[in-house]
């Protein structure tokens, strides 16, 4: 499920034109350009019904923009998990991955590197995914 759903998060034409190849599974290489996206598997496991596992599995996965202002990061944000976003309600077959995604919280923050602030929109994500 990652590579297919980072590789569909880089061929996203707007997503791709604001963040380039700047998607990656649990970090952010320090001194990156910016804005990027960092992903992160918070917890998941398999979905159960009373015959025992339902094949699904299911994943909550952190995403976080990263941006030089407030108002990229919250851009970028919007354009994922805003009324209409990539991942609200998404329903998607992607090579070897059948994938549905429902956005479940959303909050923002602002740290500092070498350079000066650094501001966050942090979305969590429910990743419900079905290897085909």
């Known amino acids: 499920m990652e590579e297919a759903?980072?590789?569909?998060?880089?061929?996203?034409?707007?997503?791709?034109?604001?963040?380039?190849?700047?998607i990656d599974w649990g970090l952010r290489p320090q001194g990156d350009q910016l804005p990027g996206i960092a992903l992160l598997r918070v917890s998941g496991g398999l979905t159960m019904h009373f015959a025992g596992p339902a094949g699904w599995r299911r994943d909550?996965?952190?995403?976080?923009?990263w941006a030089r202002t407030f108002?990229?990061?919250?851009?970028?944000?919007?354009?994922l998990a805003d009324d209409g976003g990539l991942l609200v309600g998404l329903r998607r077959d992607l090579p070897g991955v059948r994938i549905r995604t429902f956005v479940v919280?959303?909050?923002?923050?602002?740290?500092?590197?070498?350079?000066?602030?650094?501001?966050?929109?942090?979305?969590?994500?429910?990743i419900w995914h079905l290897a085909q």
């Open 105 to 126: 919280a959303r909050r923002g923050g602002t740290d500092a590197d070498a350079v000066g602030p650094v501001h966050r929109d942090s979305i969590d994500v429910m």
């Open 71 to 79: 108002k990229a990061a919250r851009d970028i944000g919007d354009l």
């Open 5 to 22: 759903f980072r590789t569909m998060l880089l061929e996203t034409a707007p997503l791709a034109q604001l963040v380039g190849k700047r």
């Open 60 to 65: 909550r996965v952190q995403v976080d923009v």
